[in-house]
């Protein structure tokens, strides 16, 4: 018993020592990750101040161009507002000068074909009655010419038969 003491005594002291050695590593370790640990949380902060500090600078942007914008439009829609309305005033003007020219030109169009027309009908109207006078008269010489015919056709028979 005494030797295993004596073994037990001995494993102890090197336990000991091979103990104290990793402890001494492990303390070292943990200092590092510590230190580690410190300079991430630093960076962390830090990056969180430079996001935040971006991200207004961007919202301030954002919103300083948003005005900038809507007031650049509102001068564009102002601007074309006022292009259109002249632009519909002149066509307006223009439309009915173009309207009071036309009708002008169609009335006197107008004048004049009712007076050609009239003078064309009353020209046909005079060559129509002078072709029906005319087909008259060839009436009235038909008829005459037929009854001289028929008077010649008796006579020549009065002679065929002997009657004259």
């Known amino acids: 018993m005494k030797h295993e003491a004596t073994r037990e005594s001995a494993m ?18 943990v200092q590092h990750i510590q230190s580690d640990v410190s300079d991430i949380k630093i960076d962390l902060r830090t990056l969180s101040q430079r996001t935040d500090t971006g991200f207004r600078e961007m919202t301030e942007k954002v919103h300083a161009g948003q005005t900038d ?21 002149d066509l307006s003007v223009k439309i009915n000068t173009v309207q009071a020219d036309l009708s002008a ?6 004048a004049d074909l009712s007076a050609k027309i009239n003078t064309v009908q009353a020209d046909l109207s005079v060559k129509i009655n002078a072709v029906q006078r005319s087909l008259d008269a060839a009436k009235v010489w038909a008829l005459l010419l037929y009854v001289a015919q028929s008077g ?4 020549v028979m009065a002679r065929g038969f002997k009657w004259l």
């Open 12 to 29: 102890s002291s090197a336990d000991d020592a091979d103990l104290s050695v990793r402890v001494a590593t492990l303390q070292s370790d």
């Open 152 to 155: 010649a056709l008796l006579y």
């Open 105 to 110: 030109k169609i009335n006197t169009v107008q």
């Open 69 to 89: 914008l809507a007031a650049k439009i509102n001068v564009v829609q102002a601007d074309l507002s006022v292009k259109i309305n002249t632009v519909q005033a």
